[in-house]
């Protein structure tokens, strides 16, 4: 799995440290293999190689409602367009309906327009947005 946390970084800021994002991204995997309790991680396989992955579990909104969260989605850049991302993600939102949430809460970078569209494409809308300043111009 360690292998996709590459594909957690594309559409990072252009600003931010890319040897960051990676290591932070590495460390968000090395966290979801080892999930806590009460989270999930499912793998999709294709002949013994990882080729996806899925991790889900819980966030507190501010406003104080436990939505369950995808902390994690990648597909191996050799198998995107196969309908693995789409599985992944309907296996993570049955998790949160047997888990009795009804909202199923995820983050990606602004710029990664395909994660995007993917997300788009399987009813997911934007509700909140990050804005950023550089202050040193």
Known sequence: MLTLANRLSTGAAPWRDLDAV????????????DAPDGDDIWVARENDHVVGFVHVGTRTHWTG???????ELAVAASHTG??????LMRRAEEWAREAGHTRLTLETGAGNAPARRFYAGLGYVTEEVVLTRDLTV
Request: no cysteine; net charge negative; charged share 20%.
């Open 82 to 87: 196969r309908g693995i991302g789409e599985l």
């Open 22 to 33: 990676v290591a932070v991204t590495t460390g968000w995997v090395r966290e979801a293999v």
């Open 65 to 71: 409602a436990v939505d369950a969260y995808v902390g």
